[in-house]
């Protein structure tokens, strides 16, 4: 709950501090002496959206600072916990906002975005505007008012994961249908050059070898000449050849071995070059005997090059790396097969993603009716206690998958209401006058509040429009409600103000060119002096005093 809130520089306010208790604190005070300035100062440290003009004028900053008691708040302790902020059993909301513009936000000392503030807000308090039968008019704040009373958050959760896995894929579904007219001619492309390539069937070295044979048959002439003429040099010639030489040399060497035998060695090097010659000269006779001048041959692989080349040209690669491009475009025609196969894959995953939404929403839908037909009973109860005695009040909802699929569900709503004997049900805001609009609206804001996890409950003028017994019938659901939950309620209605557990009273006062906005606590005899001007007006008699009295006692 909230334990106390420091205010300085803000709007008209100089400096003010209030402690706040359990039950109902009623805050009162003539108008347009700035009674919702706690409570806009409070919407700051919620993560409202700050503006310099509410720097009081001719100074630097205003400053708000909130404490909240978080022994029975475990929404909020947990909150803090997930995002490392906790700090005890209390909870310190502070922010900053220069003449600048600049705003500062902190929870529990540390620097954090508004943002953070606005989240972690949610479990501290739950305020209701003056205008709040005026959103009451809206169908997604109706829808949402249900939702809250209803308590399937889980379910909502639910339903927005699933709504959101179908709409990403359903997205994707679409970009790859709308891409598909480009991808199918690419894919053609690919299928012409992949069936041209798999024509060549190039081997994977192929092209150096065939290179290799190439320049073999181009040149057998001139290998052939030249390799006669090796081996005449080796063996063939009568007059001088080399075999015919080593062995002249090996014979003296052995001669030389017999005198010296250093020349031992010298003979077995001599020996093995002989080796060398023989086995050389035995290579290229068989060579030559293998040696084909094959014209065709020739001409086929003049044919199988050029196309080589051609087709290396085509796709602006080497002749040796066209084999590894036509592998490149092979995986490449495979990933637009495997993407005709994900299409059909992701739209039966859309399909799916799309029934598991139908299937959340049905869920959904069903516990919305559930606590509609309780809150149907508990409004027109309600509307009973507040002078409408022949008021009923109906929860349409109506589910259309086809057309109203969202991330709340299928579901739209519409509040029906009939004030008078006879009157059919027609829509809130056709039927209901604006004192019955405001009674409606309070009294589904102090049931749905009863459900609300937040500790903390702030009504701003929610009585506007009520008077007479109807505002005494207020004053009492209020206070019954603030025997469970803190409420805090800012109202000129004395019958409202008379059933608080305590009273506050704002006050303004200008001096010296200067107004100032101060609250203080009431005792109960400045309660009773509150009560009768709230009565009677600027003039307060015994009579006044006397009826003041009478609110406390039977509050």
Same mark, same amino acid.
């Not at 506050?504 to 010296?512: E, G, I």
């Given at each position: ?15 003010? #501090? ?11 005070? #003539? ?10 100062? =409070? ?104 939702? &809250? +009373? ?19 894929? @359903? ?27 798999? #024509? ?46 080593? &062995? ?13 035998? @250093? ?36 001409? +086929? ?8 080349? @051609? ?59 559930? +606590? ?77 509040? &009863? ?51 305590? &009273? ?17 606590? =009431? ?9 009768? @001007? ?22």
């Amino acid at each position: 709950m909230l334990a106390h809130i420091t205010i300085q520089n803000f709007a008209i306010v100089k400096a003010l #501090e209030l402690d706040f208790h359990k039950g109902m604190t009623t805050i009162t005070g #003539e108008t347009g002496a700035g009674k919702s300035i706690a409570i806009d100062a =409070l919407g700051l440290c919620l993560g409202d959206r700050s503006d310099p003009s509410m720097v009081r004028p001719g100074e630097e900053k205003a400053e708000i600072v909130a404490l909240f008691n978080l022994q029975n708040n475990p929404a909020a302790r947990r909150w803090l916990e997930d995002n490392e902020l906790v700090d005890g059993d209390e909870c310190i909301l502070r922010r900053i906002i220069t003449k600048e513009g600049r705003s500062r936000a902190f929870i529990n000392g540390s620097p954090v975005p508004a943002s953070q503030q606005k989240s972690l807000g949610q479990h501290l308090i739950n305020i209701h505007g003056q205008h709040a039968h005026q959103l009451l008019m809206r169908n997604d704040y109706q829808l949402t008012l249900l939702d &809250q +009373y209803s308590g399937h958050q889980n379910l909502l959760h639910t339903m927005r994961q699933r709504y959101q896995a179908w709409r990403a894929a @359903r997205n994707e579904l679409k970009q790859l249908e709308k891409n598909k007219d480009a991808f199918e001619a690419q894919k053609q492309l690919l299928e012409y050059q992949v069936n041209e390539l798999n #024509e060549l069937a190039l081997g994977e070295n192929e092209y150096p070898e065939l290179e290799e044979e190439h320049r073999r048959l181009s040149n057998c002439g001139d290998i052939a000449i030249c390799s006669q003429s090796v081996l005449q040099a080796l063996t063939e010639d009568d007059n001088n050849n080399a075999m015919s030489l080593l &062995q002249f040399a090996q014979h003296k060497l052995a001669e030389l071995a017999a005198m010296d035998s @250093r020349f031992s060695e010298l003979t077995q090097m001599l020996d093995e070059a002989y080796i060398q010659v023989q086995e050389t000269t035995h290579e290229i006779s068989s060579y030559m005997d293998r040696l084909d001048m094959d014209p065709s041959r020739l001409s +086929y692989l003049d044919e199988r090059m050029a196309t080589i080349l @051609r087709l290396s040209r085509k796709h602006q690669v080497a002749p040796d790396a066209l084999f590894a491009a036509h592998q490149a475009l092979v995986a490449e025609l495979e990933t637009f097969t495997s993407s005709d196969e994900k299409v059909e894959q992701l739209s039966a995953d859309v399909d799916a993603k799309y029934q598991s939404c139908l299937l959340a929403a049905e869920k959904l839908s069903k516990s919305r009716k559930r +606590y509609a037909k309780e809150l149907d009973k508990l409004i027109s109860s309600s509307m009973h206690e507040l002078s409408m005695e022949h008021g009923k009040f109906h929860i349409a909802l109506e589910s259309s998958p086809d057309n109203n699929l969202s991330p709340l569900g299928v579901d739209s709503i519409e509040l029906l209401v009939s004030t008078n004997p006879g009157q059919p049900m027609q829509a809130l805001g056709k039927v209901a006058s604006g004192g019955e609009l405001s009674r409606i609206s309070l009294a589904i804001q102090v049931i749905t509040a &009863q459900k609300v996890d937040t500790p903390s409950l702030i009504f701003d003028e929610v009585d506007v429009g009520i008077s007479g017994p109807t505002a005494a019938i207020v004053g009492r659901l209020l206070r019954k409600l603030g025997e469970s939950t803190q409420v805090m309620c800012v109202t000129h209605l004395p019958q409202v103000a008379g059933c608080g557990h305590q &009273q506050m009273f704002v006050t303004k006062t200008s001096n010296k060119g200067n107004t100032t906005t101060s609250m203080v606590p =009431l005792d109960v005899s400045s309660r009773v002096q509150e009560l009768a @001007r709230l009565l009677g007006g600027s003039e307060i008699t015994e009579h006044t005093l006397a009826n003041a009295r009478e609110l406390l006692i039977a509050a």
